[in-house]
């Protein structure tokens, strides 16, 4: 599957922005899809994750009340809605799709984007 991430940009604090992963094939609906982040000079991070169905969802702890994750599989897209953004959430962001179920660690999935930058400016 190939996974295109879209909806990056500048943002002042406090404002909100949507990403999109758009995923090709067939068979997005038998993926679990989280989102991940890497700011300069730090390793990646997980941010959120989907199961298949999107019933169930997980956050990292440093976005929950702020983020929400969502699929959509007639569109076979997945989205991340980012309220209350904050400069720590400046970082490129990546999607994900793995057959393992969702989980916070990235060797779980197999296919990733190519990023998409999210700045926020104090």
């Known amino acids: 599957v190939q996974l295109q991430a879209c909806g990056g940009g500048l943002v002042q604090a406090g404002g909100s922005l949507r990403l999109s992963c758009a995923a090709s094939?067939?068979?997005?609906?038998?993926?679990?899809m989280a989102w991940f982040r890497q700011a300069p000079g730090k390793e990646r991070e997980f941010v959120a994750a989907?199961?298949?169905?999107?019933?169930?969802?997980n956050l990292a702890d440093s976005v929950k009340g702020r983020f929400t994750i969502s699929r959509d599989n007639v569109k076979n897209t997945v989205y991340l809605q980012m309220n209350s953004l904050k400069p720590e959430d400046t970082a490129v962001y990546y999607c994900a799709a793995g057959v393992r179920g969702i989980g916070i660690v990235q060797g779980r999935y197999d296919y990733w984007g190519q990023g998409t930058l999210v700045t926020v400016s104090s």
């Open positions: 094939g067939r068979t997005f609906g038998t993926y679990a």
């Open positions: 989907i199961e298949r169905g999107g019933a169930l969802t």
